[in-house]
């Protein structure tokens, strides 16, 4: 049985053979059509990439896994060129893969769940010189999460022989002109979220009770900080926590929540992966000061309202 791994369609009007076309399976192709306009206009100098985020689609036999596995996903690729020369594509291919392992680690995947994948030479396509996944081990198993493929000079070639355009780079250095190879990390953002949010997920006890968690690096919480006022009647305490609060929005994704006791206002921002609360009470009124509970260690610190911003600053951008 033959199996199409492609979405066809039709454009325009008329649905016969002339008007068929393909959603595309992967974004990359986008990025090598346009390889000598964006070299050009940009005078970037080999070694150079282009990056590109956008949607792809392939006719999976069996989606599965929740969003791990789909047949309309978001991708991102960076095309990196580089010199043909045989010497310089395997460190540049190392080169990738330890920048693409350091930058899993820094956005908060678990260095305990990623394992890498050498393709051996016999199962790799047809156009590339060598294959790396890193693997993520994931509750229904272990899988591909990201893949740096050094593709060779295959997709420059084969647009430059189909349009009759040349696709090669001049070397102002050198003296020379080629066609750059490439080198390329991929990855499917659906599965980026999914293995950060199985990297984050915990459970602890806290003060007695369970506890469910989202351990969250700060950079990459969708919700920085809540700010919580102690008391949601009493004008001046909830008009001093909501000036708080429109400043932090102006710059982060922040949260109110007035409702209920404190205790259970924080364990909602935790089953939600918010790293700091920010808690609005009567001394506020008087010293400008707040309470800042941190997420994993529970730890409360006081502070003034001009060290907050400090603060979150330092934690969540690094400066």
Known sequence: RAFNLMFQTQVGALADASATAYLRPETAQG????????????????????????????????????????????????EYF????????????????????????????????LERDVHPKEKLAHYARACTDIAFKFPFG?????????????????????????????????????????????????RLFLALVCSAYD?????GEPRSVLRFKPSVAPIKCAILPLVKNKEELVTKARGIF????????????ASGAIGRRYRR????????????DFDTLENDTVTVRDRDSTQQTRMTVEELYRFLSREIDGF
């Open 31 to 78: 990025i090598f059509v346009n390889f000598k306009n964006v070299q050009q206009t940009s005078r970037a100098k080999i070694p150079f990439g282009i990056a590109q985020i956008g949607k792809a689609f392939r006719n999976e036999i069996t989606p599965r896994n929740f969003i791990f596995r789909s047949r309309e996903f978001e991708q991102m690729e960076i």
């Open 82 to 113: 580089i010199p043909p020369d045989d010497e310089a594509w395997p460190r540049f291919h190392e080169e990738w893969i330890k920048n693409c392992h350091d930058w899993l680690l820094s956005i908060g995947v678990r260095q305990d769940l």
């Open 142 to 190: 272990r899988s591909e999460l990201l893949g740096v493929a050094a593709r060779g000079d295959f997709d420059l070639s084969a647009h430059a022989a189909a349009s009759s355009k040349k696709m090669d780079y001049a070397c102002e250095e050198t003296k020379r002109k080629y066609v750059p190879h490439v080198i390329e990390p991929s990855i499917g953002v659906d």
């Open 203 to 207: 459970e602890d006890v806290v003060s």
């Open 246 to 257: 429109s400043k932090l929005q102006m710059r982060y994704n922040v949260a109110w929540d």
């Open 269 to 280: 921002m935790d089953e939600v992966g918010t790293p700091f609360c920010v808690t609005v």
